[in-house]
Structures are given as C-alpha cells and as structure tokens.
C-alpha cells in the first residue's frame, strides 16, 4: 500500500465526515459506484485523488476557483518567487495568519505604483 493510499483513504475520510456515497463522492464529480469502486480499492486516477484532498481534507470550495484566481496565482509564482513561497507556507500553517495577504496586497499595490 502507498503511503498515499493511507493518507486519502476515502472510505475514512467519508465516515469522519459523516456523510453517505452520493453526497460525498458528489463533490468532486464521481458517481456513487464509481466512488464505491474507489472505497473497495480500485485504482483512484490521480485527478480525483487531488479533487478528494482539496474538498474533503482541505475544504476548498472548488466552486468558487476561477480562471482569474489561477492566473494570478501563476503570475505571483513568476514574477516573485520568495514572496509566493513564503505566502504559500503562511497559507499551509493555518487561516489563523491573515498578515501575509496584506501583505502581499502592499507589494502589489507598491509595483504597480513603481516604489
């Protein structure tokens, strides 16, 4: 077993979550069966291994990425580095940090102004 099979097993996360097949599998797109499939330890594809993490262990609401979010997200990475990742692991240390969005709007807001 993968240590990624241990980490995402959907049948736990589910029964943690306290939801029923339809509603869990649902979120991410995935039939019933098809998720019934994936619990009794068919394959996962790779694409709905990353969907499950980000809605059911993250808890993103992917309905609410757009194009635009992603555009930026790409643009910051480009054009700087060190502040994308240091934004990136104040983000992985929890929501209770809210200082690196501001500033990261202050180093935006002061590039386009040319300081």
């Avoid at 097993?9 to 994936?38: A, K, M």
């Avoid at 809210?98 to 807001?109: F, G, L, N, T, Y």
């Amino acid at each position: 077993m993968k240590i990624v099979d241990k980490v995402l097993n959907p049948r736990d996360i589910r029964h943690r979550l306290g939801l029923n097949q339809q509603e869990f599998w649902g979120r991410i797109g995935v039939t019933q069966s098809g998720g019934s499939r994936y619990e009794s330890g068919r394959n996962m594809p790779k694409p709905v291994q990353e969907l499950l993490r980000l809605v059911h262990v993250d808890q993103i609401d992917v309905r609410k990425i757009n194009r635009g979010d992603c555009e930026m997200i790409a643009y910051l990475k480009a054009s700087d580095p060190s502040l994308y990742r240091s934004l990136r692991q104040e983000a992985l240390r929890g929501p209770q940090r809210k200082v690196p969005v501001r500033r990261a709007a202050a180093v935006a807001a002061s590039s386009r102004s040319g300081r």
